[in-house]
């Protein structure tokens, strides 16, 4: 790695600055996508006439190969030492083109970008004046790129660990498939134990897969796999550095039991001076109860068990027996447990946080929370899980059974007073609710869809056979459930009242137990999760991807992937499929073993710093000292992030930015104005 | 403005759009094919915090009627702070302008996350509406143009009263 000596040094200009700019302006048509609305040939016409323009030319795909080659051939010739290439935005493709000159034989820096087509063909509606304004594009591209000068490449080497936040099916997936390569993987999960939404299904559609039987082997593979650190009740509190050099400060909650002692025997939660649970069992959606000492589920990874102190008797008085202590044969108790801190250096995130269902009782017309005997899917998945609160049987609030369910999907999905967009998983875990609540309990089952999407493998079929297996479908958004019974077969029952839009006319459907299938909503914290990581979010709150299509995992900071719903409503498929993608890029990231480093670093002339030390204060990185001595300001190189803050501060242009120098931006003001 | 409103005048915008969020946003904006005014000229910095004032000086000595800059929503800057940088520059640039004879609807700042591309339609669309208002930027003639002499000629005048 090179370590810059940070004085600023002027050095002599590279070869090709030597001779005079000849540049090289190449016009992309990009099929019809720019040739369509401007006018291409006369951009090229145009671009002739520039200051220190040669060659001028256009292409249908520039990108392309052939594309790429009347560059590298033009700079072969001799033709031209400065290239700019109009055509889409530089995020899309100026590691390409970059690519290209050098492979010409230039300097890749020696390249500029006009986006022509994001910005002007595909948002301006008259063709005369898209043209203009491509022109003007063209034209400080062709101003700035002349003062473009060679730069080294820099590259800082990736450490070799990776961390993962979030510890369900996908965050599994990715730990395990990193950790099988040999990576040392830190998976950081909240609760106390990992599984995740995953952990607490019966089933999964549309296989019918038993849920626990498919994720609990992944989960003890976790546990018994000695290249995974596993951290459960912890959370990551800080994130320093950047890719390939990430310091990551993990905070693990006391659980007042210490996880290397407790075998999980549980004793003590029989032993527990409450002989009865009284708490609520979060794990169990409030439908159960726990005792201030619990596991969440028996197959809990790890298997160790948790005091709550805001319930537990010795932290709420200080006054009790503590037959938990008593009947602990490992002596794992430790009620003076501290949060505890850990530092672990990374050289990868993946990101795997997961969702929030949607609050049901938002809707008032729904009834959550009004009426008993409106449940929300997940609820009704605790239900039916063989070690939930009822032992997989359908028994409801007030202790009765069914005997007709009304299932209403797109609960705040596909709703603008909620979230506008379909959640992807209802209309399948719907179909799966419909099937068990049949085979378990016999009962009728009305489905209340909007419309039914069944686009994954073996889905559509999952559907027919629920058609054929006499489950009842009503097409039509839900008006309201309610308790008031317009005829004698509604009395004591709920009604659903829906248009069914196949028949034209409004329906009163009276059933014992509605079941509200929520929507997948970012997780509540996903807005301090994203600041912590420095990643983005769409206006929905889900993370975003780095491109919706060619890059689904990465985000716009290098070194952090996404896996899994945090990044967008996702069924288990293709959380898997994802977090198996995450870890490939990861594995390919940090097996290349050194990342290129941000070429537009800041830098200081020392001749023409004046010493004012302004710029010191403003790095956000610390990444700028003041030589005492020698009465100048030094940016560090490695680790400038190239954001300019220093450089627009400077009161005496000794700061300046690689890439975005003064003169450089000066030029491209002055070239998007001044020639037409 | 004693002048009519010319209808035929196309302003001159130059914006200065953060790579992060304001330029992504303007790429989703095209990516979306949201049409907008095409009078918004995008110069791409790293980071609004970049945004030298000189750059918005010389932007309207160039010929801009308007300079628009765009950053990351407070407390999402890319860089932590340059958000907050770039805004605290233009408070202090603008009675700077002011003086000069730059009317304040000239400068505009704008807070854009990489998924509002319609906020981008919509501040180009407004913010060239709104220029198109106040009509080109007459600046004060450069040094050395015919002007300037006149003005040396009176303050010659001047000077010579005062002192004899």
């Given at each position: 790695m090179h370590l810059p000596d940070g004085d600023g040094e002027v050095k002599s200009p590279p070869e090709s600055m030597?001779?005079?700019?000849?540049?090289?302006?190449?016009?992309?048509?990009?099929?019809?996508?720019?040739?369509?609305?401007?006018?291409?040939?006369?951009?090229?016409?145009?671009?002739?006439?520039?200051?220190?323009?040669?060659?001028?030319?256009?292409?249908?795909?520039?990108?392309?190969?052939?594309?790429?080659?009347?560059?590298?051939?033009?700079?072969?010739?001799?033709?031209?030492?400065?290239?700019?290439?109009?055509?889409?935005?530089?995020?899309?493709?100026?590691?390409?083109?970059?690519?290209?000159?050098?492979?010409?034989?230039?300097?890749?820096?020696?390249?500029?970008?006009?986006?022509?087509?994001?910005?002007?063909?595909?948002?301006?509606?008259?063709?005369?004046?898209?043209?203009?304004?491509?022109?003007?594009l063209i034209a400080g591209a062709v101003r700035r790129v002349a003062l473009h000068e060679d730069l080294e490449r820099r590259q800082a080497p990736v450490l070799p660990d990776v961390l993962v936040v979030g510890g369900g099916i996908a965050g599994i997936h990715a730990a395990l498939t990193m950790a099988e390569a040999g990576k040392r993987v830190y998976l950081v999960e909240r609760e106390s134990t990992i599984g995740g939404h995953m952990a607490?299904?019966?089933?999964?559609?549309?296989?019918?897969?038993?849920?626990?039987?498919?994720?609990?082997?992944?989960?003890s593979a976790v546990r018994s796999n000695p290249n995974i650190t596993l951290w459960t009740y912890s959370d990551?509190?800080?994130?320093?550095?950047?890719?390939?050099?990430?310091?990551?400060?993990?905070?693990?909650?006391?659980?007042?039991?210490?996880?290397?002692?407790?075998?999980?025997?549980?004793?003590?939660?029989?032993?527990?001076?409450?002989?009865?649970?009284?708490?609520?069992?979060?794990?169990?959606?409030?439908?159960?109860?726990?005792?201030?000492?619990?596991?969440?589920?028996?197959?809990?990874?790890?298997?160790?068990?948790?005091?709550?102190?805001?319930?537990?008797?010795?932290?709420?008085?200080?006054?009790?027996?503590?037959?938990?202590?008593?009947?602990?044969?490992?002596?794992?108790?430790?009620?003076?447990?501290?949060?505890?801190?850990?530092e672990v250096k990374v050289g990868a995130i993946v990101l795997a946080t997961g969702f929030k269902t949607f609050d049901a009782s938002r809707i008032f017309e729904y009834g959550y929370?009004?009426?008993?005997?409106?449940?929300?899917?997940?609820?009704?998945?605790?239900?039916?899980?063989a070690a939930g609160p009822t032992q997989g049987e359908i028994e409801m609030r007030d202790g009765g059974r069914p005997k007709t369910v009304g299932i209403i999907h797109c609960v705040g999905s596909r709703d603008v007073k909620y979230n506008s967009y379909c959640s992807r998983v209802c209309c399948m875990y719907s179909l799966k609710l419909a099937h068990l609540i049949r085979e378990r309990s016999g009962a009728e089952v009305y489905n209340f869809y909007i419309d039914m999407r069944a686009p994954g493998k073996g889905y559509e079929e999952f559907y027919w056979k629920l058609l054929q297996e006499g489950t009842h479908f009503i097409r039509g958004r839900v008006a309201e459930v309610t308790d008031e019974a317009m005829s004698k077969e509604e009395e004591g029952r709920l009604v659903i009242r829906a248009?069914?839009?196949?028949?034209?006319?409004?329906?009163?459907?009276?059933?014992?137990?509605?079941?509200?299938?929520?929507?997948?909503?970012?997780?509540?914290?996903?807005?301090?999760?994203r600041r912590l990581f420095n990643i983005s979010c769409g206006g929905e709150g889900f993370f975003t991807e780095r491109h919706p299509k060619l890059a689904p995992v990465s985000t716009f900071t290098d070194g952090i992937f996404l896996a899994g719903a945090c990044q967008g409503p996702k069924d288990i498929p293709d959380s898997v499929a994802q977090a198996g993608a995450?870890?490939?890029?990861?594995?390919?990231?940090?097996?290349?073993?050194?990342?290129?480093?941000?070429?537009?670093?800041?830098?200081?002339?020392?001749?023409?710093?004046?010493?004012?030390?302004?710029?010191?204060?403003?790095?956000?990185?610390?990444?700028?000292?003041?030589?005492?001595?020698?009465?100048?300001?030094?940016?560090?190189?490695?680790?400038?992030?190239?954001?300019?803050?220093?450089?627009g501060a400077c009161p005496s242009g000794a700061a300046q930015q690689h890439l975005f120098t003064d003169q450089q931006i000066l030029s491209e003001i002055e070239g998007v104005l001044q020639y037409v | 403005m004693s002048e009519a409103v010319d209808e035929t005048f196309e302003p001159r915008i130059v914006a200065f759009?953060?790579?992060?969020?304001?330029?992504?946003?303007?790429?989703?904006?095209?990516?979306?094919?949201?049409?907008?005014?095409?009078?918004?000229?995008?110069?791409?910095?790293?980071?609004?915090?970049?945004?030298?004032?000189?750059?918005?000086?010389?932007?309207?000595?160039?010929?801009?009627?308007?300079?628009?800059?765009?950053g990351c929503h407070p407390g999402d800057c890319h860089y932590q702070q340059?958000?907050?940088?770039?805004?605290?520059?233009?408070?202090?640039?603008?009675?700077?302008?002011?003086?000069?004879?730059?009317?304040?609807?000239?400068?505009?700042?704008?807070?854009?996350?990489?998924?509002?591309?319609?906020?981008?339609?919509?501040?180009?669309?407004?913010?060239?509406?709104?220029?198109?208002?106040?009509?080109?930027?007459?600046?004060?003639?450069?040094?050395?143009?015919?002007?300037?002499a006149v003005l040396v000629e009176v303050t010659e005048g001047l000077v010579e009263q005062e002192v004899p």
């Amino acid at each position: 790695m090179h370590l810059p000596d940070g004085d600023g040094e002027v050095k002599s200009p590279p070869e090709s600055m030597a001779t005079a700019p000849k540049v090289g302006v190449y016009v992309c048509h990009c099929g019809l996508n720019i040739a369509g609305k401007v006018d291409v040939e006369r951009l090229v016409e145009f671009a002739s006439t520039l200051p220190d323009v040669a060659v001028a030319r256009d292409y249908r795909f520039m990108c392309s190969d052939p594309g790429q080659e009347l560059i590298q051939q033009d700079i072969r010739d001799g033709l031209v030492n400065r290239v700019v290439v109009a055509s889409c935005s530089p995020l899309m493709h100026e590691a390409t083109f970059r690519g290209a000159t050098a492979a010409g034989g230039l300097s890749p820096f020696l390249f500029q970008m006009a986006s022509i087509r994001e910005h002007v063909s595909w948002v301006t509606a008259d063709g005369e004046e898209a043209t203009e304004k491509a022109e003007a594009l063209i034209a400080g591209a062709v101003r700035r790129v002349a003062l473009h000068e060679d730069l080294e490449r820099r590259q800082a080497p990736v450490l070799p660990d990776v961390l993962v936040v979030g510890g369900g099916i996908a965050g599994i997936h990715a730990a395990l498939t990193m950790a099988e390569a040999g990576k040392r993987v830190y998976l950081v999960e909240r609760e106390s134990t990992i599984g995740g939404h995953m952990a607490k299904f019966d089933k999964t559609f549309p296989t019918l897969d038993c849920s626990a039987c498919i994720l609990t082997p992944k989960m003890s593979a976790v546990r018994s796999n000695p290249n995974i650190t596993l951290w459960t009740y912890s959370d990551v509190v800080g994130v320093e550095g950047f890719t390939g050099n990430f310091t990551v400060r993990v905070r693990h909650r006391p659980r007042y039991v210490r996880e290397d002692l407790c075998t999980g025997c549980l004793a003590c939660i029989d032993a527990c001076i409450n002989k009865k649970a009284k708490v609520r069992d979060e794990w169990n959606e409030g439908l159960g109860k726990r005792k201030p000492i619990y596991i969440p589920f028996p197959q809990a990874t790890p298997p160790v068990v948790v005091v709550d102190p805001d319930e537990c008797i010795w932290f709420k008085t200080g006054k009790c027996p503590r037959t938990c202590v008593d009947a602990c044969e490992r002596d794992a108790f430790d009620f003076e447990q501290r949060e505890e801190f850990d530092e672990v250096k990374v050289g990868a995130i993946v990101l795997a946080t997961g969702f929030k269902t949607f609050d049901a009782s938002r809707i008032f017309e729904y009834g959550y929370g009004r009426y008993p005997n409106v449940y929300t899917s997940p609820e009704v998945e605790r239900l039916l899980n063989a070690a939930g609160p009822t032992q997989g049987e359908i028994e409801m609030r007030d202790g009765g059974r069914p005997k007709t369910v009304g299932i209403i999907h797109c609960v705040g999905s596909r709703d603008v007073k909620y979230n506008s967009y379909c959640s992807r998983v209802c209309c399948m875990y719907s179909l799966k609710l419909a099937h068990l609540i049949r085979e378990r309990s016999g009962a009728e089952v009305y489905n209340f869809y909007i419309d039914m999407r069944a686009p994954g493998k073996g889905y559509e079929e999952f559907y027919w056979k629920l058609l054929q297996e006499g489950t009842h479908f009503i097409r039509g958004r839900v008006a309201e459930v309610t308790d008031e019974a317009m005829s004698k077969e509604e009395e004591g029952r709920l009604v659903i009242r829906a248009e069914d839009t196949l028949i034209g006319f409004v329906r009163r459907v009276p059933v014992d137990m509605v079941v509200l299938a929520v929507g997948l909503e970012p997780q509540s914290d996903a807005e301090q999760v994203r600041r912590l990581f420095n990643i983005s979010c769409g206006g929905e709150g889900f993370f975003t991807e780095r491109h919706p299509k060619l890059a689904p995992v990465s985000t716009f900071t290098d070194g952090i992937f996404l896996a899994g719903a945090c990044q967008g409503p996702k069924d288990i498929p293709d959380s898997v499929a994802q977090a198996g993608a995450a870890a490939a890029e990861v594995l390919a990231m940090v097996d290349r073993g050194a990342v290129e480093l941000e070429a537009s670093t800041a830098f200081v002339d020392a001749a023409a710093c004046s010493g004012c030390r302004t710029c010191v204060a403003l790095c956000p990185f610390g990444a700028i000292t003041y030589d005492a001595e020698r009465k100048v300001a030094a940016v560090n190189e490695v680790v400038c992030k190239g954001c300019g803050i220093c450089v627009g501060a400077c009161p005496s242009g000794a700061a300046q930015q690689h890439l975005f120098t003064d003169q450089q931006i000066l030029s491209e003001i002055e070239g998007v104005l001044q020639y037409v | 403005m004693s002048e009519a409103v010319d209808e035929t005048f196309e302003p001159r915008i130059v914006a200065f759009f953060c790579n992060w969020c304001t330029y992504t946003a303007a790429d989703l904006a095209g990516i979306c094919r949201m049409t907008y005014a095409p009078n918004v000229r995008v110069v791409r910095l790293m980071c609004s915090g970049r945004v030298d004032p000189q750059f918005v000086l010389a932007a309207f000595r160039d010929g801009a009627d308007g300079v628009l800059i765009g950053g990351c929503h407070p407390g999402d800057c890319h860089y932590q702070q340059g958000n907050f940088h770039a805004l605290r520059r233009v408070a202090l640039l603008r009675p700077m302008l002011r003086d000069m004879g730059i009317e304040e609807g000239r400068l505009r700042i704008e807070w854009i996350s990489a998924a509002e591309g319609d906020k981008v339609q919509r501040v180009c669309n407004e913010m060239t509406e709104q220029v198109r208002m106040l009509g080109p930027l007459r600046l004060a003639p450069a040094p050395g143009s015919q002007n300037d002499a006149v003005l040396v000629e009176v303050t010659e005048g001047l000077v010579e009263q005062e002192v004899p």
